[in-house]
């Protein structure tokens, strides 16, 4: 069956570029590496409740702080930062110094980097362990041979393909190298994502991918019966007719600034999580604009079982966009500057010259409609050498105007999707 939220969470393309004009060998399915100054130590600890705890707080605030980025125009965004989180930790497991601590930052962990991508790399493996829907997690590794074999530090490949768990390859970077990259993001994300690169830059040497694939169907299906052309108000004040889906949901949650419902997959341990502004003039973008990771918690743990009469329009789009500007933002400059970035992880070159960040590119794809969820997420990281319950009373959420949602993993309210809806 064809994986529905094909999330690929391409979570870190690190198409990395090099100027280095390496000896041309031929294919291998292993990577030519080397070690040059003292091998690098990779650890991944065994977190603590506290230190789950700690992280997955410092989690929720960076994905509402990186929404927030996104916004323009109440347009419909949506990102995965799981996969964000995922692909920039790879990178990380190369960054040294200050860059390290600003990568760790942004997820809670510059007092202790380590245990910062110890939480990622279990993420993965979470993420591909979760009970009645489908959903994986698949990495990869792409090496251009020219540019980068005999300089890549076999501690980082290793470290990657064992704790992310990253196919391996060696290739040149030519037609045939981009063909294969974007077949894989196709093949992972189900075909709703069908490439990640148009072109490789001259001097492009790595490419680390994260894809994550989710396929959700409702635990209580909509029957046709239940299904209407109505009228969706959206973010201009414009009328604009949509599918909606009528239901009773069972999970009523509200806070100062929103009011929503749960409405499961299959399996009970993924759920689909509305918040509707409660001002009926806000968009999604204004009532989430001061809404924090905090405040999110807050509202899953307002949960009552409390019958919700409720409408979900039918929706689908596309989203992608740099997310350069959104990471220095947020702390994270370093690794952008080749003055300043250390990434002498994952290679180093006799000459001096270094590997440095030059884009972080995220596409994601959505579709809600009666029978579940469709969902896709790309984060690219281009890398360059420089550098049920009795009803008491029955609540109404409607969601007919814009309201923003998430999909949760409800054995800790954690969101691997986040994302708006103004138009339909």
């Known amino acids: 069956m064809k994986k529905i939220i094909s999330s690929i969470l391409m979570t870190s393309l690190l198409a990395g570029s090099i100027c280095a004009c390496a000896p041309k060998t031929q294919e291998t399915e292993t990577p030519v590496v080397t070690t040059y100054g003292e091998p690098v130590k990779f650890e991944i600890k065994e977190l603590s409740a506290d230190d789950q705890d700690q992280f997955r707080k410092a989690y929720l605030n960076t994905s509402f702080d990186l929404l927030k980025t996104q916004f ?80 890549i530090k076999e501690e980082f490949v290793d470290f990657v393909k064992e704790h992310f768990d990253a196919e391996a390859s060696e290739l040149l970077f030519d037609n045939a190298a981009l063909e294969k990259i974007n077949s894989w993001v196709n093949e992972k994300t189900d075909g709703m994502i069908d490439k990640i690169i148009d072109r490789f830059t001259d001097e492009a040497s790595l490419i680390l991918i994260n894809a994550i694939s989710f396929d959700g169907k409702w635990s209580k299906q909509y029957e046709e019966s239940q299904v209407a052309e109505e009228d969706f108000t959206n973010a201009a004040g414009e009328k604009q007719k949509a599918q909606m889906l009528y239901g009773m949901e069972h999970t009523y949650l509200e806070n100062d600034k929103a009011k929503g419902f749960v409405k499961y997959y299959e399996g009970g341990q993924y759920a689909f999580v509305v918040m509707l502004p409660k ?10 604009a001061g809404f924090t990771g905090d405040d999110f918690d807050e509202y899953m743990n307002s949960s009552s079982d409390t019958a919700v009469r409720t409408s979900l329009p039918e929706f689908k789009y596309d989203y992608g966009n740099s997310l350069v500007d959104a990471l220095k ?16 992880g994952i290679a180093e070159y006799e000459d ?30 281009m890398m360059e050498t420089a550098g049920a319950v009795a009803i008491d009373e029955v609540k109404e959420v409607y969601c007919n105007r814009p309201f923003a949602y998430a999909i949760v993993d409800m054995t800790d309210n954690t969101p691997v999707f986040l994302g708006t809806v103004n138009n339909i």
Not at 279 to 288: G, I, P, R, T, V
Request: hydrophobic share 40%; proline share 1%; charged share 25%.
């Open 72 to 151: 323009k125009n109440d347009q419909n965004v949506m990102i995965s930062p799981a996969s964000i989180m995922i692909a920039l930790s790879m990178a990380e497991a190369g960054a040294r110094g200050t860059t390290k601590d600003q990568m760790a930052s942004l997820w809670g962990g510059q007092q202790d980097p380590g245990a910062q991508i110890s939480y990622a790399a279990e993420l993965v493996k979470r993420l591909n362990e979760a009970k009645g829907i489908k959903l994986s997690a698949a990495d990869s590794m792409w090496i251009n041979k020219e540019n980068m074999s005999g300089f």
């Open 279 to 288: 001002d009926e003039a806000e968009s999604a973008d204004k009532m989430l």
């Open 329 to 344: 933002n947020l702390g994270m400059t370093d690794a952008f500057d080749a003055g300043k970035c250390d990434f002498t």
């Open 352 to 381: 001096g010259r270094k590997v440095v960040i030059n884009d972080v590119i995220h596409k994601t794809h959505i579709e809600v409609d009666r029978n579940g969820t469709k969902a896709a997420a790309v984060t690219a990281v």
